[in-house]
């Protein structure tokens, strides 16, 4: 049952990646969990994605490992390809999708990716390739179409960074940083009370928040780099 259940979960996975999602993001992630509960060594577990996750599922329990008053940075969850970008000297020299494929002239042809920084720097960035003005399945459909031409234009498609990877900057110094390297960032809010949380989910519900973005739900982040580093999971999806 477990193999079956793992094999599901895969090909599941495959599909999405490819830009054929079968199924939606929750029963995805319902079928993960349930695999979780029953084979937590399972194989799926321990691919290598060179890209990091994030935790999704009961955010509830997630909030519940925090104090009450807790820096938070709320950001849309995107719904495309995550990307992650690579510069060396300030030029961009590689792009790779989550697991890591080099994808460096498919993502060299979206008009807001910058091939060369206005410092030189060597620098990792994580984020989404997304597109304009769709719903969330046709722009993660469109997203993973592009990754796979042979001849892609980068029509109708954007990146938004989200993350310098193995920076030691907080997340909002981050969201700063990367705006004036010349990057899209998200929007974002903060809040210092867990109990807002419900509040904004509650205006995303009702299309009054981050409504530009082609997205099925938003993300909560824990600002202070210091407590990031002594929490197990430091930043949560949530799904709606």
């Known amino acids: 049952m477990y193999a079956n259940l793992s094999k599901t979960i895969k090909e599941f996975d495959v599909s999405y990646r490819k830009g054929r999602a079968k199924i939606s993001d929750q029963e995805f992630d ?4 349930n695999l979780k509960r029953i084979d937590p060594n ?3 577990f321990h691919q290598n994605k060179v890209l990091p996750s994030m935790g999704n599922g009961n955010y509830e329990e997630f909030l519940e490992t925090l ?3 807790t ?3 709320l950001t849309p969850k995107i719904d495309g390809c995550a990307v992650g970008l690579m510069y060396s000297k300030g030029k961009l020299i590689k792009g790779i999708t989550r697991k890591g494929k080099d994808k460096t002239e ?3 042809t979206i008009e807001n990716i910058p091939h060369k920084l ?4 060597y620098i990792q960035i994580r984020g989404e390739l997304y597109g304009h003005g769709l719903i969330p399945t046709k ?12 001849i892609p234009t980068g029509e109708g498609l954007s990146f938004c960074s989200f993350e310098i990877l193995n920076s030691e900057l907080n997340k909002h110094t981050q969201l700063i940083q990367l705006k004036k390297l010349g990057f899209e960032v998200p929007e974002h809010i903060f ?10 989910r509650k205006l995303w519900l009702e299309g009054k928040l981050f409504s530009s973005y082609p997205m099925d739900g938003f993300v909560l982040t824990v600002n202070s780099r210091k407590l990031q580093k002594q929490l197990y999971q430091y930043q949560y999806a949530i799904k709606c």
């Open 67 to 69: 104090l009450p008053v």
């Open 139 to 150: 722009s993660q459909a469109l997203a993973g179409g592009h990754l796979r031409k042979k």
């Open 191 to 200: 809040t210092n009370y867990l109990s807002e949380v419900d509040i904004y």
């Open 71 to 73: 820096r938070l940075i």
């Open 106 to 108: 498919a993502l060299k």
């Open 118 to 121: 206005p410092i030189n720097i």
């Open 30 to 33: 319902s079928l993960v969990r």
């Open 42 to 44: 399972n194989s799926y």
